[in-house]
């Protein structure tokens, strides 16, 4: 049974290349088959999120496509991501792990895991973390930041 279901995959797989082997394609869809994502899934639980000892937060790549970036942000209890603003990049924060106060603009939003933030371009957020509502110890935040489109680290403009 299982040496057949390899046969079949192994065949669907086979299938599904022939049109890019046989010379099919042109060479631009060629290129943009090749430069597709890879499908991955982002699992807290299996991810690194150490946070190095001399820094507050912590910044890290985890996904570019093209048409936007996925990053991870993790943040130290005692740490703040002073209030910021993109004018080219719309951003949007999934909160994995922790509690946070996330400010945009003026309104302050109470978010936990499996909270999302959308927070427009030219639109000024900050991220503090926060004890939880049961009432035991401010944690660390991690949460996924989709930029849209792809981050460049000279559209962060930190407010005074």
């Not at 046969?7 to 099919?24: E, K, S, T």
């Not at 924060?93 to 936990?112: P, S």
Request: some cysteine; proline content about 8%.
């Amino acid at each position: 049974m299982r040496a057949d279901r390899v046969r079949r995959l192994l065949a669907i797989g086979m299938m599904a290349a022939l049109p890019f082997l046989a010379g099919c394609l042109t060479a631009r869809q060629q290129a943009l088959l090749l430069a597709q994502p890879q499908n991955r899934v982002f699992d807290p639980a299996k991810a690194d999120l150490a946070i190095p000892p001399t820094k507050a937060y912590s910044l890290l790549e985890w996904d570019r496509s093209g048409a936007q970036d996925v990053m991870l942000l993790l943040l130290s209890p005692n740490a703040r991501l002073e209030k910021r603003y993109h004018k080219v990049h719309d951003l949007t924060l999934f909160i994995v792990r922790g509690t946070a106060v996330v400010t945009v603009e003026e309104t302050r939003y109470f978010v936990g895991p499996g909270s999302a933030v959308f927070v427009p371009r030219m639109t000024a957020y900050s991220v503090t973390p926060q004890k939880p509502e049961d009432g035991k110890e401010v944690a660390q935040v991690a949460a996924l930041l989709v930029f849209t489109p792809p981050y460049d680290p000279l559209d962060a403009f930190v407010e005074k």
